[in-house]
Each structure stands twice: as C-alpha cells, then as structure tokens.
C-alpha cells in the first residue's frame, strides 16, 4: 500500500530551484496529520540524512547544509508537504525522501534531484 507519494524531482543548474511535493493518497489520512513529517536525502555511496522535518504544529527544523535555502511546510487540508529548494548546488545531488513518523514510519517511493555546475 502506497502511504506517500513524491514528485518534484528534476534535473536543474546551480543556482536553480525545484519545489518538491509528497501527499498522503486521499483514503489514508493518518500518516499525515498531526504526524511529524520529513525529507530525507541519500547520494550516491553516502547514508540517508535528514534535510529538513515539520511537526504538527509547524515547528521546522532544517541541516546545517540547507539553511537558508531550503523551506518545508505542510497543508493539511490538501495532505501535503512541500520542500522548496533554492540556490541548489551539486551537493544537493540526491534521491529525495518523504517521511511520516505516524504509524511506526512510513516513506515515500523517493524522487531525483540533480543539480549540474
């Protein structure tokens, strides 16, 4: 059963920005709200890291490498999270992933992000 789903992905320049989108499939609403939802990236050879998370009363949290250039947000009534992502460098080359904590955690299938310098 597929509990999220991410698209956005793309292949951009540096400099460049991509908006990334993960929404909970309209008969599952418990992954979403009022879980704290998060994006996730694994490069190529490298662990997964945690890019950015939103708790259910929007309290944002952000890595080091993103801040100032990444934003997360979330709509609840649409069920979906967003990651805007500007000013992206070739080090932010990754599959990108949607995470919910509800349910003993739940992923999305991931979606590629890769920035060219």
């Known amino acids: 059963q597929v509990y999220l789903v991410e698209s956005g992905g793309g292949s951009v320049q540096a400099g460049g920005s991509l908006r990334l989108s993960c929404k909970a499939p309209?008969?599952?609403?418990?992954?979403?709200?009022?879980?704290?939802l998060a994006w996730y990236r694994q490069a190529p050879g490298k662990q997964r890291e945690l890019v950015a998370s939103i708790s259910g009363t929007s309290r944002t949290t952000y890595v080091d490498s993103v801040k100032g250039r990444f934003t997360i947000s979330r709509d609840n009534s649409r069920k979906t999270v967003y990651l805007q992502m500007n000013n992206l460098q070739s080090d932010d080359t990754a599959v990108y992933y949607c995470y919910s904590d509800a349910q003993n955690g739940r992923w999305g299938q991931g979606t590629q992000v890769t920035v060219s310098s």
């Open positions: 309209r008969d599952i609403t418990s992954v979403f709200n009022p879980a704290t």
